[in-house]
């Protein structure tokens, strides 16, 4: 293992962790501007899931996000399907815990923390896609 590979691995790690910060801060930052009720839950869980699949998007291409996208291997992690996807958990993830669609009463920390984990874990998932592309 040399220092380069070491060095590339633990920027995708930051990347991945990167992503489930997003998401907490995401959430923090809407609810922070709104008050709860199901029409803001609900545009909530849409932003959510925005920033999940624009996170996968930006994890998956790594260092190429700001570069031309031809018909190279690369141009694989914009698979609309998979953006999609990542969306599609970032938006099922909070309104599976919002608590005007769920009656688990998870406290704001609680809620954050969920996101979190999620957001890492759709990070590690747009780290393997970007492995497999290569």
């Given at each position: 293992?040399?220092?380069?590979?070491?060095?590339?691995?633990a920027?995708?790690l930051?990347?991945?962790?990167?992503?489930g910060?997003?998401?907490?801060?995401?959430?923090?930052?809407?609810y922070?501007?709104?008050?709860?009720?199901?029409?803001?839950?609900l545009?909530g869980?849409?932003?959510?899931?925005a920033?999940?699949?624009?996170?996968?998007?930006l994890v998956?291409?790594g260092?190429?996000?700001?570069?031309?996208v031809?018909?190279?291997?690369?141009?694989?992690?914009?698979?609309p399907?998979?953006?999609?996807?990542a969306?599609a958990?970032g938006?099922l993830?909070?309104?599976?815990?919002?608590?005007?669609?769920?009656?688990?009463?998870?406290?704001?920390?609680?809620?954050n923390a969920?996101?979190?984990?999620?957001?890492?874990?759709?990070?590690?998932?747009?780290l393997?896609v970007r492995r497999?592309?290569?």
């Amino acid at each position: 293992m040399t220092p380069r590979r070491v060095a590339a691995g633990a920027f995708d790690l930051a990347l991945a962790l990167t992503l489930g910060a997003a998401a907490r801060l995401a959430h923090v930052f809407w609810y922070r501007l709104f008050e709860t009720s199901v029409a803001v839950d609900l545009a909530g869980s849409v932003a959510l899931g925005a920033v999940f699949g624009l996170g996968h998007v930006l994890v998956a291409s790594g260092d190429r996000v700001f570069g031309p996208v031809g018909s190279t291997v690369d141009s694989w992690v914009w698979r609309p399907r998979r953006v999609a996807a990542a969306g599609a958990v970032g938006f099922l993830l909070h309104a599976s815990i919002a608590p005007a669609f769920t009656p688990f009463g998870l406290e704001p920390a609680g809620v954050n923390a969920v996101l979190a984990a999620g957001g890492v874990a759709v990070g590690l998932w747009s780290l393997a896609v970007r492995r497999a592309a290569r």
